[in-house]
């Protein structure tokens, strides 16, 4: 066949013994088949009844059958009804969508409060940690002061006793400024 055709031998003959009994290539041979015989046209006789039909009737019956393509009378829906449909399908996926980001929205921003809260706390403890340090550290501070004035200078030298003195003052004067 092919050599009448082409008028040259088949070259790809090893490749045709290899993939002939394949269950693709059978498939599409016998559907070929199907449709060289489905398109032989068939003699009218003045016997056919309209209940024996062509496969379209059946194909019509399937749309029938199928409740998304049919509008009112088994008419095929149209492109407006069709786009419609598909617009609302697409705003209703969007609305999901846009309520799914709303709650993990709402989420995350729960978690920030709560976030915010723990530093808060956080924050006012370490203020609260701070205050206690420096209220240590001043009343060390009186302590030592103290300790300064109640130095008994009486058997030091003039030297040391001038070095009291002063630091006496300052410590007095350091006093008055915060009182």
Not at 41 to 46: P, S
Not at 55 to 81: W, Y
Not at 109 to 125: C, G, M, S, T
Not at 170 to 177: D, G, K, N, T, V
Request: hydrophobic share 25%; aromatic share 8%; glycine share 2%.
């Amino acid at each position: 066949m092919y050599k009448k055709k082409e008028e040259k031998k088949f070259q790809f003959m090893h490749c045709y013994n290899v993939l002939k009994n394949l269950p693709k290539w059978n498939d599409k041979r016998n559907q070929l088949a199907a449709s060289k015989t489905s398109s032989k046209k068939q003699k009218k006789t003045a016997n056919d009844s309209p209940a024996i039909s062509t496969p379209a009737c059946n194909v019509d019956e399937n749309r029938a059958a199928d409740p998304e393509n049919t509008v009112g009378e088994g008419k095929p829906m149209g492109r407006k009804k069709a786009k419609q449909q598909m617009c609302e399908r697409s705003d209703l996926s969007r609305k999901e969508s846009l309520d799914y980001l709303w709650d993990k929205k709402k989420e995350a921003d729960a978690e920030e409060r709560k976030f915010e809260e723990r530093y808060q706390i956080a924050f006012a403890l370490e203020q609260k940690r701070i205050d206690l340090e420096r209220d240590k550290f001043e009343f060390k501070r009186m302590i030592k002061e103290d300790k300064l004035l109640r130095t008994d200078t009486s058997a030091m030298s003039i030297e040391e006793q001038e070095y009291y003195k002063n630091v006496k003052n300052q410590s007095l004067s350091h006093r008055s400024a915060q009182a």
